[in-house]
């Protein structure tokens, strides 16, 4: 028995390696690539690039794709042409940043108050209004992209950061777990605040904030990530390429640019992996709803 278990252990630890190498040999792939020179990822991968972006549709690839994790030569030069050559590269990653950093804390802070009040709030309007939040949540962006694009304009906004800025601090998935997450504290602790004289905003300062700091966590790194990777509102909403994000170039890749997309794609991840690594146990706890307090 134990020692069928052991195998039973060993075959998923074996299937859940494969599986993680599989899911991150694009990453490295991508890392390792952006040291080669241009001319040997053209003769690795040159004819895919070419297929991808002809004009002519796609067509069928006679010579061999070479997968290499190792340059023959490392090179910095597709770095030194992002960072150092380039400026309009850097110029949309901070672009990136100035759209992504408001969004993440203004949504944190409507998200936060209103589902405090949704945990406050008891009656049928509540529950209802709530329904109609996990509604708007299933809709994909692309359906709620016409009706955007229609309020900006409205509003004067069109053409302008705050066009995405505005949309994506209402969004409802982070009030969706947030509210699940302020659910979980037990009313008495809530109670005992109010006995002790504290006020609603004291209530939802020190007792609520603190008990979802994994939910909060949570919200904050998935929606980064979210808006990080944006491509459709930018690009509608957004018709100067200057006040685009870095997103949009590496949506638009040229085939005679191929390693610099890799240099840029790799400076790319990196907010999203520090992030990531610093909130990773607040990540897995809150998305588990595992608060400090249990109800």
């Not at 944190?108 to 709030?121: E, I, P, Q």
């Not at 870095?246 to 638009?252: C, G, K």
Request: hydrophobic share 50%; glycine share 4%.
């Amino acid at each position: 028995m134990v020692k069928n278990r052991y195998l039973a252990r060993t075959v998923l630890t074996i299937i859940a390696a494969c599986f993680a190498l599989a899911f991150l040999m694009p990453t490295v792939l991508t890392i390792t690539n952006s040291f080669m020179t241009q001319s040997e990822i053209s003769a690795n991968y040159g004819q895919v690039f070419k297929n991808a972006s002809g004009s002519e549709g796609k067509t069928y690839i006679a010579e061999t794709v070479n997968l290499k994790f190792i340059p023959d030569k490392v090179t910095f030069s597709q770095y030194i042409t992002t960072l150092i050559k380039s400026p309009d590269y850097l110029l949309k990653f901070w672009n990136s940043v100035i759209l992504v950093i408001p969004i993440v804390l203004l949504q944190l802070a409507v998200a936060s108050v209103t589902a405090y009040g949704f945990t406050r709030w008891r009656g049928k309007v509540r529950s209802f209004l709530f329904f109609f939040y996990v509604i708007l949540m299933l809709m994909p962006y692309q359906v709620t992209l016409v009706p955007n694009y229609l309020v900006s304009d409205w509003l004067g906004l069109l053409d302008t950061r705050w066009a995405i800025i505005f949309p994506g601090m209402f969004a409802p998935f982070s009030v969706f777990l947030l509210t699940k997450s302020m659910r979980r504290i037990p009313s008495s602790l809530i109670e005992a605040a109010k006995l002790d004289g504290s006020s609603e905003w004291q209530v939802f300062t020190d007792i609520c904030l603190p008990q979802c700091r994994s939910a909060l966590y949570s919200v904050a790194i998935l929606v980064f990530i979210d808006y990080w990777n944006m491509v459709e509102q930018p690009i509608i909403l957004l018709k100067d390429a200057a006040q685009q994000p870095l997103s949009v170039y590496l949506s638009t890749i040229n085939a005679n640019e191929v390693g610099l997309a890799f240099a840029i794609a790799t400076i790319y991840m990196v907010p999203c992996l520090l992030l990531f690594l610093h909130g990773e146990d607040y990540l897995v706890e809150g998305i588990a709803h595992q608060g400090s307090v249990k109800g």
